[in-house]
């Protein structure tokens, strides 16, 4: 009967571990073999929650958004403001902050944009990311207009962290991050494994149907966006002290459209491909950035390369290896 | 009164000139099972839109466990329990047979909104979704996708959604159309046995009168908008107006 519910490898909590496990490892050693490199790991964890945020509305509930940034702008702008105008040091309380500010604005804007489905939410959302990037923009008096709000170090756990070296800060940072990281990539996996998880999965499949099963799909859509927003949120406010500047920039749609391109490069139909996605992309583009002013164009022809050869992501790569090998040792035993 | 589940009295529905629905009485038991039959035209699709509440009567009365349900909308007579599938076949094609089972079961037990536990440690919903497996002789694709059915199967897991909702009375519309041949009595077999076991009501709208005659306790023959017969099998066979309209004589 279990097997009945699928558990594929790359939606498995094994997995999720597997990763959290690599992502803390792999950061002494870069620290050690490429310095430079380590910090984009940080990075690449912060962008993973952002894109897990996401899928949990394209991959889970059909829904394209392009203006996921404006989630990224509330939550970096949240922690911004509190240590501008209310001297706020410790971040685990501007994180509850942002994330409550993130879902308060997707418990504004849902209702209305979630009646539209496909091109017309995609857009509408392009337009809400907009709108707030304009206000960051063009209300400097209090936002700091193009300079942004510098932040400073934060206090992380209550530890001031102000007279440590800043390797050991960015260090103590990462694995924060990680920490913050694995709990949302778990409490993700419960989320999509659990009934409003299905529901959410069968309105993507057949929204009709699900309405004829007596399912509420628009209150289960809200739902959804508001968990999306919450995490891309979250991620926002854990990007602000490793950028030390909030500007519009955060919430700019080339923001949004870096979340779209992460997603689908590591699979949105796997739960662990947003993430695979964020890490890789992250490095990607520095390295690209590094190499060459036309850094767009190389991760243009990528994404059009990975959109050919592997149409599902990264993720339906390294899935449909995993599942020929299966196939191979099965014929061999059979025919032994 | 109480053995009454449903009651149609001088039920119209006239598009325009087309007298689609034209004055049907008709009551069916807890636990019965009626056929619908009749040529194209006749009014069985419009009859099934009317008491599933798709459609508004002109004239004429639903009385549903002793409720007058003629101004009730969809979702409304759904809650009271009657549920219907449709000619097509609309299933969720990215989640397995056992999955799509269980979101029906979720979403009648209220479950639609959990996030905090997985829809697989739930011990009443895999207990019901094994039970509806087994129902429906599911239980040997319960972890295969849609795509991967027969059309039969396909046709099967469709009305096991339905069921899943422990509906008092089941409508379907042709449930054996677009089905192979072949299939097309184990099809009907297993939805009838099913709807035994359970002991649900059904209306069933039929084509393929060699089905209908074989499943058949009670057949009604639909022509023009009117019942021409309502009764066993033998007896509407036996029909003249019947034999005439319907059977053309193949059964005469």
């Known amino acids: ?336 | 009164m109480v053995e009454v589940l449903l009651r149609v009295e001088n039920l119209y529905k006239h598009f325009g000139g087309v007298r689609a629905v034209d004055g049907v009485s008709f009551s069916l038991s807890w636990g019965e099972r009626l056929f619908i039959v009749g040529p194209n035209g006749a009014g069985k699709t419009t009859l099934v839109n009317l008491i599933s509440g798709y459609l508004k009567p002109d004239r004429g009365r639903i009385l549903f466990k002793g409720e007058d349900v003629t101004g009730f909308g969809l979702a409304e007579r759904v809650r009271r329990g009657i549920a219907r599938s449709f000619q097509l076949v609309t299933v969720f094609d990215n989640l397995t047979v056992a999955e799509n089972i269980a979101v029906s079961v979720a979403s009648r037990l209220g479950r639609n909104r959990v996030a905090y536990r997985t829809l697989s440690s739930y011990r009443d919903v895999v207990e019901e979704v094994e039970r509806v497996l087994e129902i429906f002789e599911l239980e040997d694709v319960a972890g295969k996708y849609p795509t991967e059915l027969s059309q039969g199967d396909r046709k099967i897991l469709d009305v096991a959604l339905t069921f899943s909702l422990k509906p008092s009375l089941i409508i379907l519309d042709e449930p054996t159309s677009g089905v192979a041949t072949r299939d097309k009595r184990s099809v009907m077999e297993r939805l009838v046995k099913a709807f035994d076991v359970a002991g649900v009501s059904s209306i069933v709208v039929e084509h393929d009168m060699d089905i209908v005659f074989k499943y058949a306790k009670r057949v009604m023959a639909m022509h023009e908008g009117r019942v021409l017969a309502d009764g066993d099998p033998a007896s509407v066979k036996g029909d003249e107006e019947v034999k005439r309209i319907l059977l053309g004589g193949v059964y005469a």
Request: charged fraction near 10%; glycine fraction near 12%.
């Open chain 1, 1 to 336: 009967m279990v097997e009945a519910f699928r558990r594929e490898a790359g939606n498995s909590l094994a997995a999720l571990a597997a990763i959290i496990i690599v992502l803390g490892a792999a950061y002494p050693i870069l620290r050690f073999i490429a310095p430079g490199y380590a910090i984009y790991l940080t990075y690449g964890v912060i962008w993973s929650i952002a894109a897990l945020g996401f899928n949990i509305l394209y991959g889970y509930t059909g829904l394209l958004s392009f203006g996921h940034a404006a989630f990224i702008g509330i939550g970096a702008y949240t922690v911004g403001l509190t240590i501008k105008y209310l001297g706020l040091k410790e971040l685990e309380v501007m994180l509850l902050v942002a994330m409550a500010a993130s879902a308060i604005l997707a418990l504004i804007v849902g209702p209305v944009v979630l009646r539209y489905g496909g091109i017309f939410f995609a857009i509408f959302m392009l337009a809400v990311g907009q709108i707030l990037w304009g206000f960051y923009l063009k209300f400097y008096h209090v936002t700091g207009g193009t300079d942004g709000i510098k932040i400073g170090r934060v206090e992380l756990l209550g530890f001031e962290l102000g007279g440590v070296g800043y390797l050991t800060y960015l260090t103590a940072y990462h694995y924060y991050v990680l920490a913050v990281a694995a709990v949302a990539y778990i409490t993700m996996w419960y989320i999509v494994n659990s009934p409003l998880g299905y529901s959410l999965k069968a309105i993507r499949d057949n929204e009709v149907r699900a309405i004829a099963l007596g399912i509420n799909t628009l209150q289960l859509k809200l739902v959804a966006f508001t968990i999306s927003a919450v995490y891309t949120g979250l991620a926002g406010a854990l990007l602000a002290p490793l950028t030390r500047l909030v500007s519009p920039e955060l919430a700019y749609w080339f923001v949004s459209g870096k979340i779209v391109f992460m997603t689908i490069l590591g699979g949105a139909s796997y739960l662990v491909g947003p993430i695979v996605g964020a890490i890789i992309y992250t490095y990607l583009e520095s390295i690209a950035m590094g190499y060459t002013i036309y850094w767009y164009l190389l991760l243009g022809i990528l994404i059009i390369a990975v959109m050919i050869l592997s149409p599902k992501g990264l993720m339906y790569l390294v899935d449909s290896v995993a599942a020929r090998s299966r196939l191979r040792w099965g014929a061999w035993s059979r025919s032994s």
